[in-house]
């Protein structure tokens, strides 16, 4: 757990077109499949590896109760959920927050998780990109264009430059790319 190396990550998966979410919430096209014969295909224990180095999700209220329709899929990782309302869970692993997200990243998340992951919506994705909370953004995009729905950078507001660390290809036709936020 935690320290001086402590990296915050946005991650999200997107249309081609910059959607996160459909209008009509429908989440079928995030199992958008083709075939690209040169990508790479993770084995279940490599993904299970990955997502085990993950120490807390930090995530707008929306995205919480979609994934709460949806299918828990966090298990008991840490959970901290951004709102404003009352909302109660039975969940120990669940906290609900809502105040200074400075406060809550540097002051709280930061000196007790290493690995921190920003997983939605793009409301939360603003604020973390407007206050500098965030070290990079991982975006996972689908061989699919929406047409329209929620974007994942919807007038952000601030210009930010980026460093290209990382891009896979998925035999599935998704590409991954990983940016590093640079400071200024
Ligand atoms: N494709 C993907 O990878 C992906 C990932 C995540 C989400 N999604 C989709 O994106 C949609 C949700 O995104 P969204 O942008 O609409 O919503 P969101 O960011 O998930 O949640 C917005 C809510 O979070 C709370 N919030 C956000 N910023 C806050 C702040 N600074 N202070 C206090 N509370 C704050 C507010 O909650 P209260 O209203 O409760 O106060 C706000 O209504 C869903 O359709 C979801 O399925 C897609």
């Known amino acids: 757990m935690k320290t001086a190396h402590s990296k915050v990550t946005i991650h999200m998966v997107s249309s081609l077109d910059g959607y996160i979410a459909k ?95 920003m997983v939605g919506g793009a409301m939360l994705t603003k604020a973390f990109i407007n206050f500098k909370l965030a070290n990079e953004i991982i975006v996972s995009i689908m061989p699919i264009l929406l047409g329209g729905g929620t974007l994942f950078f919807d007038q952000v507001g601030i210009e930010q430059q980026l460093h290209l660390k990382d891009v896979k290809a998925y035999k599935d036709g998704m590409v991954e790319l990983c940016y590093e936020i640079l400071k200024d």
Request: glycine residues 6%.
């Open 23 to 117: 209008k009509n919430n429908d989440v079928s096209w995030l199992q958008s499949s083709d075939h690209f014969e040169k990508g790479i295909t993770l084995s279940d224990q490599q993904i299970e590896a990955f997502i085990k180095k993950i120490d807390c999700y930090v995530m707008g209220s929306k995205t919480y109760e979609m994934a709460l329709e949806l299918g828990w899929p966090y298990g008991n990782t840490p959970v901290i959920v951004i709102t404003n309302r009352n909302l109660q869970t039975e969940k120990e692993n669940i906290r609900f927050y809502s105040g200074n997200l400075e406060d809550l990243v540097n002051k709280k998340l930061k000196p007790k998780f290493e690995n921190i992951w």
